[in-house]
């Protein structure tokens, strides 16, 4: 079965850190790129960061840039988020998500997502 | 503040056909496509409808997409109880780098 499943959240003081893990089996892990999006309670979705197949290419949002670091270990099937100087802002959901590239197209999209790990910033 | 725009809300009776529209600008919608998702409650998003308006294999045909220069829309046609969700387009933005979602849109069934 094609899966992605998600863990390390948890409750975490202000200023403090918490690296995310996010565990991929059923596919080739490397041949796709990754995504962490994530959802404030009762909020939308917000794309947080994304890393390419390599890691050569890793983008990330702007209200994350400089404090968050997206990895990943292609050995292991494993997909990172380093998250640092955690805000309260920063508690959500957290889901890791697998970018597709749509044959024939340069578009992409999420087609597998895991359950979500939820992060909490708070004294 | 999103950067795509949703109305918050839609509704309608089964059997209905209603639209969700997506509205974005040059740099997202107006030069990429345009994906959905769907969010059941408490569930984790899943993907409706890729590159416009194309359907994953399993989601019904009830479900289609369009894009027309910087908006998108999601039609749901013979709505159904079990399509009460919360739908959101998205699209990669070429001037922030990075994927922007719209707000979401809450679909209740009356």
């Known amino acids: 079965e094609v899966q992605v499943v998600e863990s390390g959240g948890g409750l975490v003081k202000p200023g403090g850190s918490l690296r995310l893990s996010c565990a991929a089996s059923?596919?080739?892990?490397?041949?796709?790129?990754m995504d962490w999006v994530r959802q404030a309670p009762g909020k939308g979705l917000e794309w947080v960061s994304s890393?390419?197949?390599?890691?050569?290419?890793?983008y990330y949002a702007d209200s994350v840039k400089g404090r968050f670091t997206i990895s990943r270990d292609n050995a292991k099937n494993s997909l990172y988020l380093q998250m640092n100087s955690l805000r309260a802002e920063d508690t959500a959901v957290y889901y890791c998500?697998?970018?597709?590239?749509?044959?024939?197209?340069?578009?992409?999209?999420?087609?597998?997502w895991g359950q979500g790990t939820m992060v909490t910033v708070s004294s | 503040q999103s950067v795509l725009t949703q109305p918050p809300s839609a509704s309608g009776t089964p059997g209905q056909r209603v639209t969700i529209s997506c509205s974005g600008s040059?740099?997202?919608?107006?030069?990429?496509?345009v994906n959905w998702y769907q969010q059941l409650p408490g569930t984790a998003p899943k993907l409706l409808i890729y590159?416009?308006?194309q359907r994953p294999s399993g989601v019904p045909d009830r479900f289609s997409g369009s894009k027309s220069g910087t908006s998108a829309s999601l039609a749901i046609s013979g709505l159904q109880s079990e399509d009460e969700a919360d739908y959101y387009c998205?699209?990669?933005?070429?001037?922030?780098?990075?994927?922007?979602f719209g707000g979401g849109t809450k679909m209740t069934v009356l």
């Open positions: 998500a697998r970018e597709v590239r749509v044959k024939g197209t340069r578009s992409d999209a999420f087609d597998i």
């Open positions: 059923g596919f080739t892990f490397s041949s796709y790129s």
């Open positions: 890393i390419s197949s390599g890691s050569r290419y890793m």
């Open positions: 040059s740099s997202n919608i107006g030069s990429n496509t």
């Open positions: 590159v416009n308006n």
């Open positions: 998205a699209a990669w933005d070429d001037s922030l780098n990075g994927w922007v």
